[in-house]
């Protein structure tokens, strides 16, 4: 693990309980060796800085290309904490752009590494929870690790939709427990896929309260640069 990785990793969470003093709860749910997934719901864009800061264990992300290109001071930092955390470039526009993603993260998660998801795919806009994509479980079920599931409240205050600029707000960051494979092995592949996908949205909705929605969150035809 690079040195880089934990000063950066010091310093963002030295900052970050100064100034927004996050609550954490439930870190001893996170398996402290192995692969596993981190799924969480999706609200701002801090949300990758939020659940690497919290987590036990190092954490790696999925991240748009973009980020690795930025310039400026805000570019440069947001590249390096990327690169620092084991951050995942993909380009979100090809044709393979899913698949090359489930392919990346299978590559993690069988190297006995921690991944961190958002099963729905894209950050809610209105705050409510959308139905979960099913790569979560093909993700836990073809590489045999278990799902924590991981509830977010307030990252959207700090960063409100449209914004770039942090604002202070109380967070919290709730880890619950594992959801195992093994609990899906009797059922078809796809009503397990769904299965598990449904059951750890159910848990996610448990930690953080919020409205449901019966629909998939789409990514919005104009895009802000932290979408």
Same mark, same amino acid.
């Given at each position: 693990?690079?040195?880089?990785?934990?000063?950066?990793?010091?310093?963002?969470?030295?900052?970050?309980?100064?100034?927004?003093?996050?609550?954490?709860?439930?870190?001893?749910?996170?398996?402290?060796?192995?692969?596993?997934?981190?799924?969480?719901?999706?609200?701002?864009?801090?949300?990758?800085?939020?659940?690497?800061?919290?987590?036990?264990?190092?954490?790696?992300?999925?991240?748009?290309?973009?980020?690795?290109?930025?310039?400026?001071?805000?570019?440069?930092?947001?590249?390096?904490?990327?690169?620092?955390?084991?951050?995942?470039?993909?380009?979100?526009?090809?044709?393979?752009?899913?698949?090359?993603?489930?392919?990346?993260?299978?590559?993690?998660?069988?190297?006995?590494?921690?991944?961190?998801?958002?099963?729905?795919?894209?950050?809610?806009?209105?705050?409510?929870?959308?139905?979960?994509?099913?790569?979560?479980?093909?993700? &836990?079920?073809? #590489? /045999?690790? $278990?799902?924590?599931?991981?509830?977010?409240?307030? %990252? !959207?205050? =700090?960063?409100?939709?449209?914004?770039?600029?942090?604002?202070?707000?109380?967070?919290?960051?709730?880890?619950?427990?594992?959801?195992?494979? &093994?609990?899906? #092995? /009797?059922? $078809?592949?796809?009503?397990?896929?769904?299965?598990? %996908? !449904?059951? =750890?949205?159910?848990?996610?909705?448990?930690?953080?309260?919020?409205?449901?929605?019966?629909?998939?969150?789409?990514?919005?035809?104009?895009?802000?640069?932290?979408?």
């Amino acid at each position: 693990m690079s040195t880089y990785y934990w000063v950066s990793r010091t310093a963002v969470m030295s900052l970050a309980h100064a100034i927004w003093r996050p609550t954490i709860l439930g870190k001893d749910n996170v398996p402290k060796d192995g692969g596993v997934l981190l799924a969480s719901n999706h609200l701002s864009f801090i949300d990758s800085f939020a659940i690497p800061v919290a987590a036990p264990r190092k954490v790696s992300f999925l991240a748009k290309s973009e980020y690795f290109t930025g310039t400026g001071v805000r570019g440069r930092f947001v590249r390096g904490f990327m690169e620092a955390g084991d951050a995942i470039p993909v380009d979100r526009d090809s044709s393979r752009g899913a698949q090359d993603s489930l392919d990346l993260a299978l590559e993690v998660l069988r190297a006995g590494k921690a991944f961190g998801i958002y099963p729905e795919g894209t950050r809610s806009r209105d705050g409510r929870l959308y139905r979960g994509r099913t790569g979560v479980a093909f993700l &836990s079920l073809t #590489a /045999g690790v $278990p799902v924590v599931p991981v509830g977010l409240v307030g %990252t !959207d205050k =700090v960063q409100p939709v449209g914004t770039r600029g942090l604002k202070m707000a109380d967070v919290t960051v709730a880890f619950g427990q594992p959801i195992h494979p &093994s609990a899906y #092995a /009797g059922l $078809p592949a796809g009503r397990a896929r769904r299965q598990l %996908t !449904d059951d =750890v949205m159910d848990a996610i909705a448990a930690l953080t309260g919020q409205e449901r929605a019966d629909t998939y969150n789409e990514r919005p035809a104009t895009e802000t640069p932290d979408d």
